[in-house]
């Protein structure tokens, strides 16, 4: 009896699995199937006025690059505080717990606050503003990883760094930094996938447009942004250059995890 | 038959080795005593004992050879434990070759449903049954006075030397033939050591031991048969005071008097 | 060096707090119109944007007071008619004036519950496929086969909502309406599309719980005769139960806070559901639709809006973090 029991549990277990994959699978080959019909030339070298992807996928690349190169200092200097000064104090643990919420927070409030604080006053939606958000969704994540990361470095190395009369500054910098390098940049890349791929806190704070434009300081195209509007468009084309734009933005995705997987994975091994 | 179980020629290889772990090994595990496997890091003493209980099989692929006869419950049949297949065979080996590993491994539950769960599991089902077996094997594990106020108590809160007793008791609760101990006492303290030391002595009265030790002086202290392994193969079987007072094989005497290992 | 090291490490980590800070302190203030105008009842108000009736009736009475009036200027003279029309003017005016633009009446009602309920739709749904998942990387595939199918379910983690949301729109949606009946866009498949999204992250969580289980744990109750379910039923859920529970409060908060995986579908209408299969709304929805046409008021009440969001999500993972997932130290 106890042996029934325990086939029809793994058989479930299985089937619940299946069922998850096969949702998953379809997802997948849906967005593979419509994205790849609308590939062409004209994707990558026109401009959303004139049926292609070209200004929305590097405007995102720019606003998520921008994102990422103010947030690496921040994050990262507020992980090594984290792990290198704070100890074992209250504050620390605070700030930790912080920086979880902030990480689980819903991302459209992100883009509600940086409305607020500068949509509204600039009397205008700007690249600046988007950069803003996605820095504001950014940072946690390389904080805790950069934590993480820290924290597996071993203490001995440490003290053998102050005891040839090095400074913590000099510590942390050459040796604690350097050890846990790979994997601190891999939060990095991870951290930018994840934001990359955000709609939410783009819609009215960057917007989009269909132009070229490499001012942050007005309305920047946005390639989620802009998949939104497309997808949702009466027109059969503008529905198709939707789904063409859902697949690159998920294959480069999905390419930077791997990147980011492959790159911890080797220095593990 | 006076050996419950009989290792015979066994030869293991793990799933995917380039080499057996384990080479034409034999030894008797008698009725009743106390059997040790002694030899350095490596040399497959836990390999041989988690042979006994095929505890391997939890991770498919790996090959044997030879044969290990376990003696049937009507004491006149041996059966090769390595031919069984179906899982419920494997079920009801496990009922009656009890192990105990290197770290107390207490269930996430109180200390009663510890002991009970075996039980339970087994199919006793009266209430006062099992009562009943949870108090004698606390007993018969030493641990019944620390414990028969604490019984709904979580069993984690008890501390490492009481845990391995909880898992003896957890053990022999099942009313096993044979117990199997993997270095039962490496990460205790040396006076929860010896507790455990006392009751297996104890043990052997009821149940046919076999131990695995890295401890030599363990080893010498409670066994009456010792087996000294080295690099899979068993260098020497003999009763314990003939491997420690004058051994056969001069590898034995390097091992026994330190000069390696 | 050293000094000046340190102070920029603490600005950064001072930073966090300044956001999350600012955050809740500019929602508020933002909201603070909206919040004064309607208070608490905000919450329990299924009406959006609709006309409040009571204006009405004032505006009525002194209407009728002023025709009295100007009848009888008219007795006295009737060039004082024109005045006293003109005076008409002026004082229905005067009255909108005096009402501000505070006769809308917003209400939170229809997206809070549309929200909530959509979360509990997609947790019931996922919550079942997840375990199973997790359990079977975990404790039942084979490494060669569970290996692979775990990045796939990490890298699956990894899609961006909106695809969600655009498969829903034009595959799933059609699919859901044509074995339950009702609207593409509804209530129903949001919440199916939300769990579908929720899927590999709840199942990739728990499966990190689940293989902290110390192997020897594990083979004790083998070693007793226990089969994979007992072991994986008594042993390895209680032990890794908090570690479960918090990934399935985190993707609650998740799914929750969710924009663009229900913008797609859920209708964004906002009216309660006779049937699961008709379309509502929620917080993330009216957030993501309504910023760009909204001023005054409208747009004050929208940031009470993210002001409660923000909240409600706050809350989910306060709770989480605190009862069920204490980080290793």
Same mark, same amino acid.
């Given at each position: ?119 509204? +006053? ?31 470095? +071993? ?45 939410? +806190? ?14 942050? *300081? ?15 468009? +009466? ?14 933005? *998920? ?19 | ?14 799933? @995917? ?24 890091? @490596? ?15 939890? #991770?498919?692929?790996?090959? #044997? ?7 049937? !419950? ?66 018969? =594990? ?30 022999? =609760? ?29 043990? !052997? ?52 008097? @330190?000069?390696? @290992? | ?14 930073? /966090? ?43 009525? /009475? ?21 005045? &006293?029309?003109?005076?008409? %003017?002026?004082?229905? &005016? ?77 595959? $799933?949606?059609? $699919? ?15 919440? /199916? ?7 590999? %992250? ?31 039923? &008594? ?14 409060? /985190?993707? $609650? ?18 009216? %309660?559901?006779?049937?699961?299969? &008709? ?30 969001? %923000? ?19």
């Amino acid at each position: 009896m106890r042996l029934i029991m325990n086939r029809l549990f793994i058989i479930a277990s299985t089937f619940a699995a299946m069922v998850g994959l096969f949702f998953l699978g379809w997802i997948l080959f849906t967005l593979c199937a419509k994205g790849i019909t609308g590939l062409s030339l004209k994707v990558f070298t026109n401009d959303l006025i004139n049926g292609g992807l070209r200004n929305v996928m590097v405007g995102q690349l720019i606003i998520s690059g921008m994102a990422t190169v103010i947030g690496i200092p921040v994050g990262v200097l507020a992980g090594i505080y984290l792990q290198e000064y704070g100890g074992e104090s209250k504050t620390t643990e605070f700030i930790r717990d912080l920086s979880d919420v902030m990480m689980s927070a819903p991302s459209i409030v992100v883009g509600t606050f940086v409305y607020a604080i500068v949509v509204i +006053p600039t009397g205008h939606t700007s690249g600046w503003a988007g950069v803003l958000a996605l820095f504001i969704l950014m940072v946690p994540i390389i904080v805790r990883t950069t934590d993480d990361m820290l924290k597996l470095v +071993p203490i001995e190395l440490r003290e053998a760094g102050m005891a040839i009369g090095a400074s913590k500054y000099h510590v942390t910098m050459n040796i604690v930094i350097r050890y846990a390098k790979a994997g601190i940049l891999t939060g990095i890349l991870l951290a930018f996938a994840r934001v990359v791929g955000e709609t939410a +806190p783009l819609l009215y704070t960057s917007g989009s447009t269909e132009f070229w434009s490499t001012d942050l *300081t007005s309305t920047f195209p946005s390639l989620t942004v802009s998949i939104y509007n497309l997808a949702t468009m +009466p027109d059969e084309e503008m529905v198709q250059l939707g789904w063409t734009g859902a697949f690159l933005l *998920t294959m480069m995705v999905l390419i930077i995890n791997l990147i980011g997987r492959y790159a911890s994975n080797k220095k593990r091994s | 038959m006076k050996n419950m179980l009989d290792v015979q020629n066994l030869t293991f290889t793990y799933n @995917g080795a380039p080499a057996p772990s384990l080479e034409k090994i034999n030894l008797p595990v008698q009725k009743h005593k106390v059997t040790a496997l002694i030899g350095p890091s @490596g040399c497959g003493k836990s390999t041989l004992l988690r042979a006994m209980n095929r505890i391997h099989d939890l #991770y498919p692929g790996h090959k #044997y050879e030879g044969e290990i006869n376990l003696l049937d !419950r009507d004491e006149k049949v041996y059966t090769n434990i390595l031919s069984l297949k179906k899982e419920a065979d494997m079920i009801n080996l496990r009922q009656r070759v009890g192990m105990i590993f290197q770290k107390p491994t207490p269930f996430p539950m109180t200390i009663f449903e510890n002991i009970a769960y075996g039980l339970r599991l087994s199919g006793v089902k009266k209430k006062a049954d099992i009562n009943n077996v949870v108090e004698k094997s606390l007993r018969d =594990a030493a641990l019944w006075d620390e414990a028969k106020d604490r019984l709904s108590d979580d069993a984690r809160g008890l501390s490492g030397g009481q845990q391995q007793r909880l898992c003896i008791a957890r053990a022999i =609760a099942l009313k096993p033939e044979v117990i199997l101990f993997d270095e039962p006492t490496s990460a205790l303290d040396p006076i929860s050591t010896l507790a455990i030391e006392e009751m297996i002595s104890v043990l !052997r009265e009821q149940y046919s031991i076999c131990i695995v030790t890295h401890n030599m002086q363990q080893a010498a202290r409670i066994s009456d048969y010792t087996g000294f392994m080295y690099l899979g193969k068993m260098i020497e079987f003999d009763a314990t005071d003939n491997i420690f007072m004058k051994p056969s094989v001069k590898q034995t005497e390097d091992y026994i008097s @330190g000069r390696f @290992g | 060096m050293e000094r000046l090291f340190k102070k920029l490490t603490q600005m950064s980590a001072g930073l /966090l707090f300044v956001i999350l800070a600012a955050t809740t302190i500019v929602l508020y203030l933002s909201a603070k119109p909206a919040i004064e105008q309607f208070g608490v009842n905000f919450l329990f108000e299924s009406r959006w944007g609709v006309e409040e009736q009571q204006a009405v009736p004032a505006r009525a /009475l002194d209407v009728e007071n002023l025709e009295a009036r100007s009848s009888d200027e008219s007795f006295i003279e009737e060039d004082e008619d024109f005045i &006293d029309d003109d005076e008409d %003017f002026v004082t229905d &005016d005067d009255f909108e004036s005096d009402e501000g633009s505070s006769n809308i009446v917003y209400g939170a009602l229809v997206p809070i519950v549309g929200t909530i309920f959509s979360t509990l739709i997609a947790m019931l749904f996922s919550i079942p496929i997840a375990m199973g998942i997790a359990v079977f990387l975990a404790e039942i595939a084979h490494g060669s086969i569970a290996k692979p199918i775990g990045i796939a379910i990490e890298l699956l983690a990894s899609i961006p909502s909106i695809i969600y949301g655009m498969w829903g729109l034009f595959y $799933f949606g059609p $699919f859901i309406a044509n074995i339950f009946g009702g609207n593409t866009v509804s209530l129903l498949v949001a919440g /199916l599309v939300l769990g579908v999204m929720v899927i590999p %992250f709840m199942a990739a969580l728990s499966r990190d719980a689940i293989s902290t289980v110390p192997e020897m744990l594990k083979e004790s109750a083998y070693a007793m005769g226990a089969t994979k379910l007992e072991v994986i039923k &008594d042993v390895v859920f209680p032990y890794a139960k908090s570690g479960i529970i918090g990934s399935v409060i /985190l993707s $609650f908060g998740r799914a929750m806070g969710e924009t663009m995986a229900v913008a797609f579908v859920i209708g964004g209408v906002y009216q %309660f559901v006779g049937s699961v299969t &008709d379309p509502t709304n929620s917080i993330p929805v009216v957030l993501a639709n309504s910023f760009a046409e909204s001023s005054g008021l409208s747009l004050s009440v929208l940031f009470y809006l993210a002001l409660i969001l %923000f909240m409600m999500s706050f809350l989910v993972i306060a709770v989480a973090k605190h009862y069920f997932l204490r980080r290793k130290k």
